[in-house]
């Protein structure tokens, strides 16, 4: 089973909202991702968990906030985003750093 | 910078033939090479991974890898109009952690 699940499938907030995007995977994997995704573009990484701590953050901005509470799960915590902050955001996971990564559906993301 | 090239394509194929699928990458040092499948508005799909040279296949699928050269392909036979997507080449830059380097993907076509 190579199944990753996220949470909301889709997500609609003003700019002073705060939101989460839940990630979770039951396949033992021990490196997790972040990645945002705009139209035709590919997925860019955000932030890579590997034994729960975090170890790249790909310059980030502060308003995107993620937090790993254990080794099946992943958050992306939200606050006060940007109209082009509005794309898929897709998690991934991977056995270790370094092997192949299986993606979750995403969560499309709307700021208005 | 390290990168990794695609043509955006469309790559169109009428039913049945062969598809093929180019990538090169800069990074002489990379070690791990995924092919990823995208369907408009969902999440990349892994339909194969290539580690080492020479040919991998998989049902109508054919990695090829050539590290001397710095290129990876995709063949995909029998081609049918459900495999009409996105094909993102992904490379493993070695760079200590996993980060999947992207190329911008190729757009492939089957007509009936």
């Known amino acids: ?112 | 910078q390290k990168e990794v090239e695609q043509n955006s394509g469309p790559l169109s194929v009428p039913e049945g033939a062969i598809a093929s699928l180019n990538c090169t990458y800069s990074d002489r040092v990379s070690q791990s090479f995924f092919w990823y499948r995208q369907y408009s508005g969902k999440s990349p799909e892994l339909i194969m991974s290539i580690y080492s040279n020479g040919d991998k296949e998989d049902g109508r699928f054919t990695a090829q890898l050539n590290k001397a050269s710095q290129y990876v392909s995709l063949l995909i036979r029998d081609s049918q109009p459900s495999d009409s997507a996105t094909y993102l080449c992904a490379v493993n830059m070695n760079s200590g952690y996993s980060t999947l380097t992207f190329g911008k993907g190729t757009m492939l076509l089957v007509s009936p």
Request: proline share 7%.
């Open chain 1, 1 to 112: 089973d190579t199944e990753v699940t996220q949470t909301p499938k889709h997500l609609v907030m003003g700019m002073t909202n705060k939101k989460s995007l839940k990630c979770e995977q039951h396949m033992g994997h021990r490196a997790m991702y972040w990645y945002k995704q705009k139209a035709k573009k590919p997925p860019e990484l955000m932030f890579v968990y590997s034994y729960e701590k975090l170890s790249i953050n790909e310059s980030v901005p502060s308003r995107f906030s993620p937090e790993c509470p254990n080794s099946s799960l992943l958050n992306l915590h939200l606050h006060a985003l940007q109209p082009e902050d509005s794309a898929l955001y897709l998690c991934a996971s991977s056995q270790r750093d370094r092997d192949e990564q299986y993606f979750g559906p995403g969560t499309r993301l709307t700021v208005t």
